[in-house]
């Protein structure tokens, strides 16, 4: 059977197309005016002073911590719920990953084992906004300003997310967004840091490009004779946005709250469909956030998780499991600790099909199916 309801599809138009077409043919492809006009945009928009774009959310996460000069034994408490990026960025950086556990309901970080894992080499807390949903930033906030250390944010899944009626990007002093293929904001691959602060601003400017102080279409345009010039003042990577993905990221970030939007639409019909099947769990969403929905997940028996896998894979249906814990990975060994609550609820999560252009025959066909397999271990179990 072939796949009739992907999981995820990025909502591309013949706009994005000729976005891509006009940057094509501009003359200029690599990083340059439409990167710096996507970078004020995005921040304009996130409500925060600095965008830097980068060529993924992993470089995101492994500059935002490399401009935080962190020292080998330095300790980041971060989260095992989540792409593997996030932990490799902080060994990236030759620091510790410390994981705390997760809350159940949101799989977000759990504040009281924050707090357990706080020890003097702490420097960063590292939240993920697993599936759209922030994780609980003003207590981490409180934290970090009470110790004088750094917070940064893994916001790949959270992009038109707000906390507070404020948008993700403007909390930590690095937040990290992914723009990869199936993101709510998508370039194909494609990442942007943000951060109120001019002089981490600057410096990741400079690490995503070699190093270099200046970007050629900066000296491009500079009508100094010596613009060929550059100074290479540090050990930099090249991790730069260019102009055609930023040319794609302009037209999605015009239209990403109404993206949203329609994510949120779908989500309620889901839940309103699954609320009353009492062997599903439905995705909460806390009062003072506004999840950007990434992904749908719900929570199942452990038993039945892969049965319900198999029943909608052998449907044309397509579902996933975000994530295996990373500390379980053999990689991770060195720094693995119990996570009682990761460790039971990712046998029982399973993420259902979800991106706007997701049509009523779609969301039927999801719905009916789930239903039909609670109906057929309904009977199983007389
Ligand atoms: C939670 C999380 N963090 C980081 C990343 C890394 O982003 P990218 O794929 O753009 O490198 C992803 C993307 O898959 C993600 O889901």
Same mark, same amino acid.
Request: a positive charge.
């Given at each position: 059977?072939? +796949?009739?309801?992907?999981? $995820?599809?990025?909502?591309?138009?013949?706009? %994005?197309?000729?976005? =891509?077409?006009?940057?094509?043919?501009?003359?200029?492809?690599?990083?340059?005016?439409?990167?710096?006009?996507?970078?004020?945009? $995005?921040?304009?928009?996130?409500?925060?002073?600095?965008?830097?774009?980068?060529?993924?959310?992993?470089?995101?996460?492994?500059?935002?911590?490399?401009?935080?000069?962190?020292?080998?034994?330095? /300790?980041?408490?971060?989260?095992? @719920?989540?792409?593997?990026?996030?932990?490799?960025?902080?060994?990236?950086?030759?620091?510790?990953?410390?994981?705390?556990?997760?809350?159940?309901?949101?799989?977000?970080?759990?504040?009281?084992?924050?707090?357990?894992?706080?020890?003097?080499?702490?420097?960063?807390?590292?939240?993920?906004?697993?599936?759209?949903?922030?994780?609980?930033?003003?207590?981490?906030?409180?934290?970090?300003?009470?110790?004088? +250390?750094?917070?940064? /944010?893994?916001?790949?899944?959270?992009?038109?997310? !707000?906390?507070?009626?404020?948008?993700?990007?403007?909390?930590?002093?690095?937040?990290?967004?992914?723009?990869?293929?199936?993101?709510?904001?998508?370039?194909?691959? &494609? &990442?942007?840091?943000?951060?109120?602060?001019?002089?981490?601003? %600057?410096?990741?400017?400079?690490?995503?490009?070699?190093? =270099?102080?200046?970007?050629?279409?900066?000296?491009?345009?500079?009508?100094?004779?010596?613009?060929?010039?550059?100074?290479?003042?540090?050990?930099?990577?090249?991790?730069?946005?260019?102009?055609?993905?930023?040319?794609?990221?302009?037209?999605?970030?015009?239209?990403?709250?109404?993206?949203?939007?329609?994510?949120?639409?779908? +989500?309620? %019909?889901?839940? !309103?469909?699954?609320?009353?099947?009492?062997?599903?769990?439905?995705?909460?969403?806390?009062?003072?956030?506004?999840?950007?929905?990434?992904?749908?997940?719900?929570?199942?028996?452990?038993?039945?998780?892969?049965? @319900?896998?198999?029943?909608?894979?052998?449907?044309?249906?397509?579902?996933?499991?975000?994530?295996?814990?990373?500390?379980?990975?053999?990689?991770?060994?060195?720094?693995?600790?119990?996570?009682?609550?990761?460790?039971?609820?990712?046998?029982?999560?399973?993420?259902?099909?979800?991106?706007?252009?997701?049509?009523?025959?779609?969301?039927?066909?999801? =719905?009916?199916?789930?239903?039909?397999?609670?109906?057929? +271990?309904?009977?199983?179990?007389?």
């Amino acid at each position: 059977m072939g +796949i009739k309801t992907p999981l $995820f599809k990025p909502a591309m138009t013949e706009e %994005e197309l000729r976005a =891509i077409r006009k940057a094509l043919f501009s003359g200029w492809i690599g990083l340059g005016p439409k990167t710096q006009e996507f970078e004020e945009k $995005f921040a304009e928009y996130m409500g925060v002073k600095y965008a830097v774009g980068v060529n993924s959310g992993t470089a995101a996460l492994h500059l935002a911590l490399k401009v935080l000069d962190l020292k080998p034994r330095d /300790e980041v408490i971060t989260s095992a @719920l989540t792409f593997v990026s996030t932990n490799h960025a902080i060994l990236y950086n030759n620091a510790k990953p410390v994981f705390a556990d997760v809350y159940e309901d949101t799989l977000t970080l759990d504040l009281e084992d924050i707090k357990r894992k706080l020890t003097k080499r702490t420097k960063v807390i590292l939240p993920v906004h697993y599936g759209g949903h922030p994780a609980e930033l003003e207590e981490i906030l409180d934290i970090v300003k009470a110790r004088g +250390i750094y917070l940064v /944010e893994d916001a790949a899944h959270a992009c038109g997310a !707000q906390y507070k009626g404020k948008y993700i990007g403007s909390f930590g002093d690095l937040t990290c967004f992914s723009f990869h293929a199936v993101k709510n904001l998508s370039v194909g691959e &494609g &990442g942007m840091l943000t951060t109120n602060n001019k002089k981490f601003a %600057e410096r990741l400017r400079k690490l995503r490009w070699m190093g =270099i102080d200046k970007s050629t279409w900066e000296r491009a345009k500079s009508k100094k004779p010596y613009a060929w010039e550059y100074r290479v003042e540090e050990l930099g990577y090249k991790e730069h946005l260019d102009d055609i993905h930023s040319a794609i990221g302009l037209v999605q970030l015009a239209k990403l709250s109404r993206l949203n939007q329609r994510r949120r639409e779908i +989500i309620s %019909e889901y839940n !309103q469909a699954f609320k009353s099947a009492g062997w599903i769990t439905i995705p909460t969403e806390r009062p003072y956030v506004k999840s950007s929905f990434h992904l749908y997940v719900i929570k199942v028996p452990a038993g039945l998780r892969d049965r @319900l896998i198999d029943y909608l894979g052998r449907r044309g249906i397509s579902c996933s499991v975000h994530y295996f814990p990373n500390h379980l990975y053999k990689i991770y060994k060195p720094y693995r600790v119990r996570l009682p609550v990761t460790e039971d609820v990712y046998k029982r999560i399973i993420t259902l099909p979800l991106y706007p252009e997701l049509t009523p025959v779609g969301i039927n066909r999801v =719905i009916r199916t789930v239903l039909d397999f609670g109906k057929l +271990i309904a009977n199983d179990e007389k």
